[in-house]
Every structure is written in structure tokens, then in C-alpha cells.
């Protein structure tokens, strides 16, 4: 019966990875689009409402966070091939020996 907990143990470890990384990536980033056109007001919205500088201000935000997410990702990809691991042991992930 073990077999079975350490199975779905990892089963939802990787459901949620692949909902994080799979959905919810897009998800910030329409999100991003959808604050960007409130931001902008005017013919991007359906109510033709008055810019607001916070729309815009959380569109960059999140931007961020998506941008920040694929660097991760990519600096994880380089450093397994130079035979690195990407460390996140302090505040800000590092690259060490593996």
C-alpha cells in the first residue's frame, strides 16, 4: 500500500507543476493583456472608460513575472548542460556545481 501513497504523492507534485508551468504561465500573461487594456481605457475597453495608470503599472508586473519565469526556465536548461544545477538555497537562485 506504500507503493501506491509514494505514487500519488508524485502524481500530484507533477499536476501541479504542469498547472503552474502549462496553464498558469498563459493565464498571468492574459491577465497582463487583459490589465494592459484597462490601463490604456479608451477604444480598449468596452465601455470606451478613462485610462488608469495602475492597469498599466499591473500589466508590467505581471509581465515581469512571466519574463522572469522563462529566464529561469532557460537558465536551468544551459546549466544541465554545462553540467551546473540551478540552486535556490539562498533568496535569489544561483548556479553551482552539480
Given at each position: 500500500m506504500s507503493n501506491l501513497g509514494f505514487a500519488l504523492e508524485?502524481?500530484?507534485k507533477v499536476l501541479l507543476a504542469g498547472l503552474l508551468l502549462g496553464a498558469g504561465l498563459?493565464?498571468?500573461?492574459?491577465?497582463g493583456i487583459r490589465s494592459m487594456a484597462f490601463g490604456?481605457?479608451?477604444d480598449a475597453e468596452v465601455d470606451h472608460a478613462p485610462p488608469h495608470p495602475v492597469g498599466r503599472i499591473g500589466a508590467y508586473l505581471l509581465f515581469a513575472v512571466?519574463?522572469?519565469a522563462v529566464v529561469l526556465g532557460i537558465t536551468f536548461i544551459v546549466?544541465?548542460?554545462f553540467g551546473k544545477a540551478l540552486s535556490f538555497?539562498?533568496?535569489?537562485?544561483?548556479?553551482v556545481d552539480k
Open positions: 508524485g502524481a500530484w498563459p493565464a498571468i500573461f492574459a491577465l490604456a481605457g479608451g512571466v519574463l522572469l546549466a544541465g548542460g538555497e539562498h533568496i535569489y537562485p544561483t548556479i
